[in-house]
């Protein structure tokens, strides 16, 4: 009887750098559509017009909220170009610098809003990082304690092979051992066989030439001129004690 284990072991090997994650992927698409927004944005520039004296301080009473000013400047301006002391159409427009200041709000507004948005866009993106290498922190936690588990393994198996190597020479002596047994306990029973066969056949022979008639019989005894007379009774002992002793003989 042999027992064999057999076994391969293959390391397994852990990538420690990803190229892509899914924080990092969220970081370059963000970065990617302020880029796209920058391209896309109008160059307002060189095709920006400047407007009226009056339209310009209509739009700067508007915008500060300025309303009852607003209706003063508008009622009284109308009554002028009614009266023609004002010609509309030969307003000085607003100097250069005035429509530059302007548009240079406008545009730190819509920066301001913009950095808004991309600092939220960051903010996000930067928790997603986050938690891709705490899950990647994880992840490789796990991997490792797999691969320990893994190996303890295979030592428990190489453990097992020997010690199961090292039964082997003693399965084989027991092996032997009981079939010699066996064989002695066959050739126990085929002499035990034999032993009550032949006293069976004794007993039977001794009773035919021991037992008589049921009234007596006469036997000799070894001795010249002297007979013993043997009774039923005496015979059915005579009987026992000779199958005793025969089988004690045996």
């Not at 397994?12 to 963000?30: F, I, K, M, P, Q």
């Not at 023609?84 to 507004?109: C, I, S, W």
């Not at 303890?152 to 084989?172: F, G, H």
Request: contains cysteine.
């Amino acid at each position: 009887m042999k027992l064999r284990v057999d076994f391969k072991h293959k390391e397994g090997s852990l990538e420690d750098e990803r190229s892509l994650t899914e924080g990092e992927e969220y970081v370059e698409a963000a970065v990617k559509a302020i880029q796209d927004r920058a391209i896309q944005r109008p160059n307002t520039h060189n095709i920006h017009q400047p407007p009226a004296v009056s339209d310009f301080l209509r739009n700067f009473l508007f915008q500060t909220g300025m309303t009852e000013t607003l209706n003063c400047f508008q009622t009284e301006w109308t009554e002028m170009v009614q009266k023609g002391l004002v010609d509309a159409d030969r307003v000085d427009v607003v100097p250069d610098v005035y429509t530059e200041n302007q548009r240079l709000e406008r545009e730190l507004k819509h920066a301001r809003r913009e950095r808004e948005e991309y600092r939220q866009a960051v903010s996000v993106a930067a928790e997603t990082l986050v938690r891709a290498q705490k899950a990647r922190d994880l992840q490789r936690l796990h991997h490792q304690r797999v691969i320990q588990e893994k190996n303890r393994l295979i030592e428990e198996m190489r453990k097992v092979k020997v010690q199961c190597d090292s039964y082997e020479p003693a399965l084989k002596r027991m092996s032997e051992k009981y079939q010699a047994v066996s064989r002695q306990v066959l050739l126990g029973a085929l002499e035990k066989d034999k032993a009550l066969g032949q006293e069976s056949r004794q007993s039977s022979e001794q009773e035919s030439l021991i037992c008589g008639d049921e009234e007596g019989t006469m036997k000799t005894t070894g001795k010249p001129g002297s007979h013993v007379y043997v009774f039923p009774s005496q015979v059915q002992t005579l009987c026992k004690i000779t199958c005793v002793f025969g089988f004690i003989v045996l």
